[in-house]
């Protein structure tokens, strides 16, 4: 063992029986589908926002972007940027509509359930177009969580690869079956607070030790002076205006994650946005810059360098705390995968028990059925995950980037018109998801040129035109009563 391993272990445990305590308070108040979709709706607004912030930032947010910025520098930092501008507006703009809209629709606990009573849609085709979109994406999402997962226990506790990923599954089964959406969103806000702490005691004790933040930059600039400039690559070539579109175009994948915008809808009362959104900004602001942080002091502390850029956090934890802290710190990692697969999971679930299965039996389902076809779903799709991270060679980066363009491009441009325009239409929302998630698929295989650019800017864009051009020549969902509970709905804001 290395020296690292009692102490990770020790800390380990104890976040373990913390996450386990509270699934199991979270499951003695969960008696209902409602309750394990969207927590009754009442989430306060400090809950709503750290849940939110924390099932976005998977192991990601530890692992990739310190990663990329210990081998790019402040290239990184346009990501960071684009993600930050994409938390603002997708709390300005989404939160307190999709709120009230949502509640107002016979209490809809899902966004494809939202869509078809939003336009009263008679047809199954919106509601399970958009439903396989969630499932498709999202189980890529969640595999590569669970790689995330089974690499960290592989490498922090020597545990052979595929052991790993099945004790990673089998935590995070425990609350999110039980508990539901009140497991996650607790289990959420104590692991974002883990993450923070992380973030921001690594990158601060780094500056410390160098003797502030001017030895920090000189230390950065005697490896390679390019890495401080965020206009140039590290080999000092100007950053194209196509790369840095891209890297900010990941702002808009927020509009279509099921997984955030389920915060919203779980919200106490639509006047919490206006406060949830300024403790998700500020939140989000300082996870990223944070982790940024993070891979450039890898650069300034680090005599050589990393085979793999990823492990720059863990590098940096063994290297400069004592053991027992950096147990703690290692934890977070787990923490920020964890609380990105729970979500995930759940809202994998929710779409499959509560918007497809009830087409394929043609009943109406109790109160007590949907929740029993809700945990099945759990694990019916964690056990599918679990069989995409089997394979340790798989490129966590790539897929999260694959299912954040999907989702966002599918989904986003529905869910955002549907809260605005009054005469859009079923026809449009289903032709919307259509072109968002197919373009995505086919941008995604092309190389080269324009194809280069991100998957998710042109999704978006041309779904946007879709839904538009189509909801114009379309009078389908122009229904006098779906206008009128639209009006009815917008005046409550």
């Given at each position: 063992m290395s020296q690292l391993s009692i102490p990770?272990?020790?800390?380990?445990?104890?976040?373990?029986?913390?996450?386990?305590?509270?699934?199991?308070?979270?499951?003695?108040?969960?008696?209902?589908a409602g309750d394990y979709f969207l927590g009754g709706?009442?989430?306060?607004?400090?809950?709503?926002?750290?849940?939110?912030?924390?099932?976005?930032?998977?192991?990601?947010?530890?692992?990739?972007?310190?990663?990329?910025?210990?081998?790019?520098?402040?290239?990184?930092?346009?990501?960071?940027?684009?993600?930050?501008?994409?938390?603002?507006?997708?709390?300005?703009?989404?939160?307190?509509?999709?709120?009230?809209?949502?509640?107002?629709?016979?209490?809809?606990?899902?966004?494809?359930?939202?869509l078809q009573r939003r336009f009263a849609d008679r047809t199954p085709w919106l509601k399970s177009i958009a439903?396989?979109?969630?499932?498709?994406?999202?189980?890529?999402?969640?595999?590569?969580?669970?790689?995330?997962g089974g690499k960290l226990f592989n490498e922090v506790f020597g545990f052979d690869y595929q052991l790993a990923v099945f004790v990673s599954v089998g935590l995070i089964l425990l609350y999110t079956l039980f508990g539901g959406f009140l497991a996650v969103s607790w289990t959420d806000v104590f692991q974002g607070i883990l993450m923070l702490l992380a973030?921001?005691?690594?990158?601060?004790?780094?500056?410390?030790?160098?003797g502030g933040m001017r030895e920090f930059s000189g230390s950065i600039e005697r490896v390679n002076p390019h890495l401080l400039n965020i206009f140039t690559s590290a080999d000092g070539k100007a950053l194209t205006l196509m790369t840095i579109v891209s890297f900010m175009a990941w702002g808009l994948g927020y509009f279509g994650q099921p997984h955030i915008l389920a915060r919203f809808m779980a919200l106490r009362s639509p006047d919490d946005a206006s406060r949830a959104a300024l403790i998700g900004v500020t939140w989000a602001l300082?996870?990223?810059?944070?982790?940024?942080?993070v891979g450039l002091s890898g650069i300034a502390t680090l005599d050589t360098l990393l085979d793999d850029s990823e492990k720059v956090f863990i590098a940096l934890t063994s290297l400069i705390f004592h053991p027992l802290i950096a147990g703690v710190l290692l934890a977070a990692i787990l923490a920020a995968i964890m609380s990105t697969v729970d979500s995930q999971l759940l809202v994998c679930s929710a779409s499959l028990a509560e918007d497809l299965y009830?087409?394929?039996?043609?009943?109406?389902?109790?109160?007590?059925?949907?929740?029993?076809?809700?945990?099945?779903?759990?694990?019916?799709?964690?056990?599918?995950?679990?069989?995409?991270?089997?394979?340790?060679?798989?490129?966590?980066l790539e897929v999260v980037s694959y299912a954040w363009a999907g989702l966002?491009?599918?989904?986003?441009?529905?869910?955002?018109?549907?809260?605005?325009?009054?005469?859009?239409?079923?026809?449009?929302?289903?032709?919307?998801?259509?072109?968002?998630?197919?373009?995505?698929?086919?941008?995604?295989?092309?190389?080269?040129?324009?194809?280069?650019?991100?998957?998710?800017?042109?999704?978006?864009?041309f779904a946007l035109v879709a839904i538009v051009v189509v909801s114009r020549v379309s009078r389908k969902g122009r229904d006098p009563r779906v206008l009128a509970e639209f009006d009815k709905m917008r005046s409550q804001r």
């Amino acid at each position: 063992m290395s020296q690292l391993s009692i102490p990770t272990i020790t800390a380990f445990l104890v976040y373990v029986s913390v996450v386990l305590g509270i699934g199991f308070f979270a499951y003695i108040r969960t008696r209902s589908a409602g309750d394990y979709f969207l927590g009754g709706r009442q989430l306060s607004p400090m809950v709503s926002a750290i849940s939110a912030g924390a099932s976005d930032m998977s192991g990601w947010v530890l692992l990739g972007l310190p990663g990329y910025a210990y081998l790019a520098g402040l290239e990184a930092a346009w990501i960071s940027i684009g993600l930050v501008i994409g938390v603002a507006a997708n709390w300005l703009l989404m939160a307190k509509r999709l709120r009230i809209y949502s509640a107002q629709l016979d209490d809809a606990v899902t966004l494809p359930t939202y869509l078809q009573r939003r336009f009263a849609d008679r047809t199954p085709w919106l509601k399970s177009i958009a439903s396989v979109s969630i499932l498709l994406f999202f189980l890529f999402y969640v595999g590569s969580g669970l790689i995330a997962g089974g690499k960290l226990f592989n490498e922090v506790f020597g545990f052979d690869y595929q052991l790993a990923v099945f004790v990673s599954v089998g935590l995070i089964l425990l609350y999110t079956l039980f508990g539901g959406f009140l497991a996650v969103s607790w289990t959420d806000v104590f692991q974002g607070i883990l993450m923070l702490l992380a973030l921001v005691l690594v990158p601060l004790l780094v500056i410390d030790q160098s003797g502030g933040m001017r030895e920090f930059s000189g230390s950065i600039e005697r490896v390679n002076p390019h890495l401080l400039n965020i206009f140039t690559s590290a080999d000092g070539k100007a950053l194209t205006l196509m790369t840095i579109v891209s890297f900010m175009a990941w702002g808009l994948g927020y509009f279509g994650q099921p997984h955030i915008l389920a915060r919203f809808m779980a919200l106490r009362s639509p006047d919490d946005a206006s406060r949830a959104a300024l403790i998700g900004v500020t939140w989000a602001l300082t996870c990223y810059a944070m982790a940024i942080l993070v891979g450039l002091s890898g650069i300034a502390t680090l005599d050589t360098l990393l085979d793999d850029s990823e492990k720059v956090f863990i590098a940096l934890t063994s290297l400069i705390f004592h053991p027992l802290i950096a147990g703690v710190l290692l934890a977070a990692i787990l923490a920020a995968i964890m609380s990105t697969v729970d979500s995930q999971l759940l809202v994998c679930s929710a779409s499959l028990a509560e918007d497809l299965y009830p087409l394929v039996t043609r009943k109406p389902l109790s109160a007590v059925q949907r929740l029993r076809v809700a945990r099945i779903a759990v694990v019916a799709l964690a056990l599918l995950a679990t069989g995409l991270a089997m394979n340790p060679e798989s490129k966590v980066l790539e897929v999260v980037s694959y299912a954040w363009a999907g989702l966002g491009a599918s989904l986003g441009p529905a869910v955002l018109l549907s809260l605005y325009w009054r005469n859009m239409t079923a026809a449009g929302a289903l032709t919307g998801v259509l072109v968002g998630g197919l373009t995505v698929i086919v941008w995604s295989r092309l190389e080269g040129g324009l194809y280069d650019l991100y998957a998710l800017l042109p999704g978006f864009v041309f779904a946007l035109v879709a839904i538009v051009v189509v909801s114009r020549v379309s009078r389908k969902g122009r229904d006098p009563r779906v206008l009128a509970e639209f009006d009815k709905m917008r005046s409550q804001r």
